[in-house]
């Protein structure tokens, strides 16, 4: 079943100098039990994305076009006032958000309020959406505690006795709550050491696995999404470059930035061969490149990538890319 | 052949706490930051330090160029021992030691431009008789942080620049006065990835070019091979296991090692997950647990472990590791772990306290 459906989803920013340029013209389907890797760097529109899908973003984002269709209803259009931004108090969105969408936060530090337990922060985000007792909300705490792997006891802590790990699983567990149809996860694991970000993409996998759950994991780091999702989407200065099955992407790439993204990656494993970096520095969204966003920096560039925004091509392998060359980019010519 | 210009002998940190003032007769309590390190740097080599956080590997690098007193423990430069030197006659020691810090946008100062950054070391070692001497060290300096037209950088303000400029400003910072030695605390784990390629070859080609030696201090093993000749593991203030490189990479010995090691992620998709040896998580550094510190976590621990401390054993040549069974274990496959006597605590204290 097709769970969500982005289409041509444009989201500005009005700010001082501007426009901000933050997502344009993203497409991309998720079915459910899918699990999609947003990759791309700070700045890259992938955050912006992931919180326009659950519109919690701030004022003075607009909608320029786009919808979101989420089981096969446009959630996005009714939410717009006419100048474009989105109404924040609107009872539809409010009834789907942690209830059908919910979300794992950056920074599992700053999420949970300092001054109350963690558990009644659970709680309260039960409560606000269902029709129980505290003992059943109580219950489902526990229930989910067990799951994650933090003893029950733990329940009545505040947020600093938990240790870094713990209160990244507590507040997957407050996204489990009401068995949502889809999770974002923004950088779940970023402000983690590697055997804790271990223990935790583990987690999301059984998770995954149990409750056939459908995720977004936003991340800047390929290596995290590489085992855990079944699609990757990169993105590049507010546009999704390259969009298809994680192996094909990894395996295939079709797209000159990919390339570059995942050749700046040291590995572990392998031969030890001298990383590329890419020359110049990612561009301003307030005035972006013309043509294909990446062209100053790409080194395949020829003079059409200056003017002209290069068309989605499908590949052979299904995947697609944002590049009037990805044929050639996925046959390693164009050197 | 290696030429250490470091060499650090059983270097100690220990912080005490504070109990209060109805403590007063109490024996102090120790956090033990930074327990017996000895390892060399040599000549135009780096030396990576990984290990998780808090693990006292920052600390290490702070007392190499001595932000921080050691405890105990020598480290000798030039025939003299660094951690002896008394605080007045720090500044003639600093110029042959310099420090890249994780952050450019907090490690610069906002108020200073790039001219007026880069030439603060000169003016605080008396380096440069004149302004067109200093200028002229800043532009070298510069070029050779790899900043294409050093001459349009001069005036700016840190916030006119780019993340990977600012980085770059930092290092010329260090090269400006000609240090033997530079300390790189995480220097490129704030930087996007397509900037970090572009600093991490910067200082490989830096330690070609001048021969450099680093201690290159961070939490990503991906990055401390790439980057490193030789290559140190910390666990809880210990150093337990030491090598070059791909010696340490190829042949991990002690356990925590290779837990670390088999938790890294791969970017590859067909590369499978093998389970991490590792159970709960890293104890308070307060009350560290007797014997060898990782026993607690240990999948292979035995009954030695819990009594004793491991003394290094070097299994091959230049290859240390801090554990009993290092002879046992080194080059094999893991062994089978040993059993749980009670396997219900590991899940329950998943996360310790």
């Known amino acids: 079943m097709r769970l969500l459906d982005v289409r041509d989803l444009t989201l500005h920013f009005k700010v001082k100098e501007g426009w901000v340029h933050a997502v344009e013209d993203v497409n991309f389907t998720l079915e459910s039990g899918e699990t999609l890797g947003l990759v791309g760097e700070s700045g890259c529109g992938k955050t912006t994305l992931g919180y326009g899908i659950s519109q919690l973003l701030p004022d003075n984002a607009h909608v320029k076009a786009g919808q979101v269709i989420?089981?096969?209803?446009?959630?996005?259009?009714?939410?717009?006032?006419?100048?474009?931004?989105?109404?924040?108090?609107?009872?539809?969105?409010?009834?789907?958000?942690?209830?059908?969408?919910?979300?794992?936060?950056?920074?599992?530090?700053n999420a949970f309020n300092p001054v109350q337990k963690v558990g009644d922060q659970i709680i309260e985000a039960i409560k606000v959406h269902s029709d129980v007792t505290r003992q059943e909300a109580v219950a489902r705490v526990e229930e989910l505690y067990k799951l994650i792997g933090i003893p029950k006891d733990r329940i009545d802590n505040y947020p600093h006795e938990y240790s870094g790990g713990m209160r990244q699983r507590a507040m997957i567990a407050m996204a489990l709550v009401?068995?949502?149809?889809?999770?974002?996860?923004?950088?779940?694991?970023?402000?983690?050491?590697?055997?804790?970000?271990?223990?935790?993409?583990?987690?999301?996998?059984?998770?995954?696995?149990?409750?056939?759950?459908?995720?977004?994991?936003?991340?800047?780091?390929?290596?995290?999404?590489?085992?855990?999702?079944?699609?990757?989407?990169?993105?590049?200065a507010g546009r999704i470059m390259e969009y298809g099955n994680i192996k094909d992407v990894f395996k295939r790439t079709a797209n000159p930035y990919t390339k570059a993204l995942f050749g700046g990656f040291p590995s572990l494993k392998g031969e030890k061969k001298r990383i590329a970096s890419i020359p110049g520095n990612p561009p301003s969204l307030v005035e972006p490149p013309t043509g294909c966003r990446f062209h100053p920096r790409c080194k395949f560039a020829k003079e059409i990538c200056k003017t002209e925004k290069p068309p989605f091509i499908t590949l052979p392998t299904g995947q697609q890319s944002l590049c009037h060359f990805a044929n050639e980019v996925q046959q390693g010519g164009m050197a | 052949m290696a030429e250490p210009v470091?060499?650090?002998?059983?270097?100690?940190?220990?912080?005490?706490?504070?109990?209060?003032?109805?403590?007063?007769?109490?024996?102090?309590?120790?956090?033990?930051?930074?327990?017996?390190?000895t390892f060399n740097i040599n000549k135009g080599e780096i030396y990576g330090l990984v290990g998780e956080s808090g693990c006292g590997k920052t600390t290490t690098g702070r007392c190499i160029a001595r932000l921080e007193d050691p405890t105990d423990g020598s480290i000798e430069f030039q025939d003299v021992d660094i951690a002896k030197i008394p605080k007045k006659e720090l500044r003639g020691f600093r110029k042959n030691v310099q420090m890249i810090f994780q952050d450019p946008y907090e490690s610069l100062n906002p108020r200073f431009t790039v001219f007026q950054a880069v030439a603060d070391p000169l003016t605080v070692h008396a380096r440069g008789q004149n302004i067109e001497e200093r200028l002229d060290a800043v532009v070298k300096a510069l070029n050779d942080a790899g900043l294409k037209n050093p001459y349009d950088l001069l005036e700016r303000f840190p916030h006119e620049l780019s993340g990977g400029q600012r980085q770059r400003v930092a290092i010329a910072r260090a090269l400006v006065v000609d240090p033997k030695f530079i300390v790189a605390d995480e220097?490129?784990?704030?930087?996007?990835?397509?900037?970090?390629?572009?600093?991490?070859?910067?200082?490989?080609?830096?330690?070609?070019?001048?021969?450099?030696?680093?201690?290159?201090?961070?939490?990503?093993?991906?990055?401390?091979?790439?980057?490193?000749?030789?290559?140190?593991?910390?666990?809880?203030?210990?150093?337990?296991?030491?090598?070059?490189?791909?010696?340490?990479?190829?042949?991990?010995?002690?356990?925590?090692?290779?837990?670390?090691?088999?938790?890294?992620?791969?970017?590859?998709?067909?590369?499978?997950w093998v389970d991490v040896p590792i159970k709960g998580d890293i104890p308070s550094p307060i009350n560290l647990p007797k014997g060898c510190r990782f026993h607690p976590r240990c999948v292979w621990a035995r009954?030695?472990?819990?009594?004793?401390?491991?003394?290094?054993?070097?299994?091959?040549?230049?290859?240390?590791?801090?554990?009993?069974?290092?002879?046992?274990?080194?080059?094999?496959?893991?062994?089978?772990?040993?059993?749980?006597?009670?396997?219900?605590?590991?899940?329950?204290?998943?996360?310790g306290q």
């Open chain 1, 70 to 109: 989420f089981k096969g209803e446009d959630i996005l259009t009714p939410s717009l006032k006419k100048n474009g931004t989105l109404k924040p108090y609107r009872q539809e969105i409010r009834e789907l958000r942690w209830k059908e969408i919910s979300m794992i936060f950056q920074g599992a530090m």
């Open chain 1, 178 to 236: 009401h068995n949502p149809s889809l999770i974002i996860a923004d950088e779940p694991t970023t402000a983690l050491d590697v055997i804790m970000q271990r223990r935790i993409l583990s987690e999301i996998k059984k998770i995954q696995n149990e409750f056939h759950m459908t995720m977004i994991i936003i991340t800047h780091d390929v290596s995290v999404v590489a085992n855990v999702a079944d699609k990757i989407a990169v993105m590049y």
């Open chain 2, 6 to 37: 470091l060499e650090i002998k059983n270097l100690k940190k220990y912080y005490e706490i504070k109990q209060g003032i109805l403590a007063f007769r109490a024996e102090p309590i120790y956090v033990k930051a930074v327990d017996d390190l």
């Open chain 2, 187 to 272: 220097p490129v784990s704030m930087l996007d990835i397509s900037i970090r390629a572009g600093v991490m070859n910067l200082m490989l080609d830096i330690k070609e070019k001048f021969q450099m030696a680093y201690l290159f201090v961070t939490h990503d093993v991906a990055i401390a091979r790439y980057m490193s000749d030789n290559l140190g593991v910390m666990y809880l203030g210990n150093l337990v296991e030491s090598a070059g490189t791909d010696q340490l990479i190829n042949n991990a010995t002690h356990p925590y090692t290779r837990a670390l090691l088999s938790a890294v992620p791969i970017p590859d998709p067909d590369y499978e």
């Open chain 2, 303 to 351: 009954d030695i472990c819990k009594m004793k401390v491991p003394e290094p054993i070097e299994v091959a040549e230049g290859h240390f590791v801090k554990c009993f069974f290092a002879e046992e274990f080194y080059g094999n496959e893991a062994p089978p772990p040993v059993p749980e006597i009670d396997p219900g605590q590991d899940v329950a204290n998943d996360d």
